[in-house]
C-alpha cells in the first residue's frame, strides 16, 4: 500500500524558512516524479514543484521560483521541500503527491499545515 | 499558461438526480490530458477520470467523463449522499494546473 507522510509544517514568521518531509512507503521510492500541491481556503488547489524520479529534473511555480527547492533522498524514500523567504500568502496544507508513469497526480498524502505569521 | 475555469461555483442537487459540472480550458489542452479529482472535507483529493473520459480504479460507473479540446464535462448519474464533495478539473503534466473547483452540495 502506498503511503506518504509529511511533515514539518508549524508556524513560521514572514522571510522565515521551513523544511518539508514527505516519508513514502509501499513503492520503488526512484521509479516515480513526485510534487508538492498546496492548498488554501481561498485560492484551492495550487501546484507548487515537482521532481523527477532520479532526481535530475525539477519543476517550480512561477509564484516559488527562486525561494524554494525541492529535492529527494531516495536512499531514504523521502521528498523535501525546503522553503525560504515564506510569505503570508505561502500560507496553507502542502500535500506530498506521487504520479503514476503517465503524469497523473495519484497518491496523495493527507498535508501538512504551513502558516506563515508574525 | 493554461486556465481553467469551472462553472457553476456551486451546484445544489437532491440525491438521485444528475449533475454536470463544467470545465473550460483557455486554450486547447494537449492530448486530453485532462483530469478531474473529487475532494471531501478533511481529506485529500481522489483521482476520478483521467484521459478526459477514463474512470480511475475503484471508480463508480456513475462517474464519466467527457469532451476534447477545450471543454471538458463531469456527469455523475444518480447522485449518491457520498457524492457530495468539491470537484476540481486539472491539466496533467509535470507542471499541473488546477480549476478553482465547483463545490457539490446537498439541496
Known amino acids: 500500500e502506498v503511503q506518504l507522510l509529511e511533515s514539518g509544517g508549524g508556524l513560521v514568521q514572514p522571510g522565515g524558512s521551513l523544511r518539508l518531509s514527505c516519508a513514502a512507503s509501499?513503492?520503488?521510492?526512484?521509479?516515480?516524479?513526485m510534487s508538492w500541491v498546496r492548498q488554501t481556503p481561498g485560492k484551492g488547489l495550487e501546484w507548487v514543484s515537482t521532481?523527477?524520479?532520479?532526481?535530475?529534473?525539477?519543476y517550480y511555480a512561477d509564484s516559488v521560483k527562486g525561494r524554494f527547492t525541492i529535492s529527494r533522498d531516495n536512499s531514504k524514500n523521502t521528498l523535501y521541500l525546503q522553503m525560504n523567504s515564506l510569505r503570508a500568502e505561502d500560507t496553507a496544507l502542502y500535500y506530498c503527491?506521487?504520479?503514476?508513469?503517465?503524469?497523473?497526480?495519484?497518491?496523495w498524502g493527507q498535508g501538512t499545515l504551513v502558516t506563515v505569521s508574525s | 499558461e493554461i486556465v481553467l475555469t469551472q462553472s457553476p461555483g456551486t451546484l445544489s442537487l437532491s440525491p438521485g438526480e444528475r449533475a454536470t459540472l463544467s470545465c473550460r480550458a483557455s486554450?486547447?489542452?494537449?492530448?486530453?490530458?485532462l483530469a478531474w479529482y473529487q475532494q471531501k472535507p478533511g481529506q485529500a483529493p481522489r483521482l476520478l477520470i483521467y484521459?478526459?473520459?477514463s474512470r480511475a480504479t475503484g471508480i463508480p460507473d456513475r462517474f464519466s467523463g467527457s469532451g476534447s479540446g477545450t471543454d471538458f464535462t463531469l456527469t455523475i448519474t444518480r447522485l449518491e449522499p457520498e457524492d457530495f464533495a468539491v470537484y476540481y478539473c486539472?491539466?496533467?503534466?509535470?507542471?499541473?494546473?488546477f480549476g478553482q473547483g465547483t463545490k457539490l452540495e446537498i439541496k
Open positions: 503527491v506521487r504520479y503514476s508513469s503517465g503524469w497523473l497526480l495519484v497518491y
Open positions: 509501499g513503492f520503488t521510492f526512484s521509479s516515480y516524479a
Open positions: 486554450q486547447s489542452v494537449s492530448s486530453n490530458y
Open positions: 521532481i523527477s524520479g532520479s532526481g535530475d529534473y525539477t
Open positions: 484521459g478526459a473520459s
Open positions: 486539472q491539466q496533467y503534466g509535470s507542471s499541473p494546473i
